[in-house]
């Protein structure tokens, strides 16, 4: 008696019952669970503000406008002096009679308008921002022309020495902004607590 052998070619074409790499064609593969990806986004200007407000006390605020304004005015006053020498852009330098002023003059004369609203003016006028915005810009005008005011030697004042000089006060400008800021920087990159998943609902009973 002859045993049958298995039909391994499965049913014919046109059936619906295929056999495809050992799978039925029509038990398809679980699709992949694309989970959503949360970018951070940067905070609006209200919210900054905001923080800016109640994060910070009055001293605090007074502190964080004067770093902002010293790192500010030093990073593009050394941009304008670079591209000047280097003959690039629009800037060229500031003479009068032929006698070149210095930027460290107008830090100056910032620095006495401010001693005289700390000295003669209201303590509305004190504590007004734009006081020690100013108090930071004039002294990045001063810090970077130091060396004029107090003569020092062309040795020391050379390419090298300038560069690690205009590094370190830069890394000082950042970290006193930044530590400045910190209670607003805290509150604005806090992360929000995630939200709890639903528990999945029972299933049915048959």
Known sequence: MSTAEPDL???????????????????????AIQLPVQLPVPPSLE???????????PEERAALMSWAGFTTTFATVRGITYSIRHG??????LSVGGAHLHHYMWGIAMLS????????????????????L?????LAL????????LD?????????GRVSIDLGIGLVAVGG????????????????????TPSPAPAPAR
Request: glycine content about 12%; hydrophobic content about 40%; aromatic content about 8%.
């Open 9 to 31: 070619a499965g049913p014919a074409e046109g059936s619906g019952r295929g056999y495809v790499g050992g799978m039925n064609s029509h038990h398809r593969a679980p699709a």
């Open 47 to 57: 919210t900054v503000h905001r923080a800016y407000l109640e994060e910070l006390g």
């Open 88 to 93: 690039k852009g629009p800037f060229r330098n």
């Open 113 to 132: 308008g401010v001693g005289a609203v700390a000295v003669h003016g209201s303590d509305s006028h004190r504590r007004h921002p734009a006081v020690a």
């Open 134 to 138: 100013s108090y930071g810009v004039a």
């Open 142 to 149: 001063i810090v970077d022309e130091f060396a004029l005011l």
């Open 152 to 160: 020092l030697d062309d040795v020391y004042w050379t390419k090298q």
């Open 177 to 196: 902004t930044t530590l400045a800021a910190l209670p607003m920087l805290q509150r604005l990159f806090r992360r929000p607590a995630p939200s709890p």
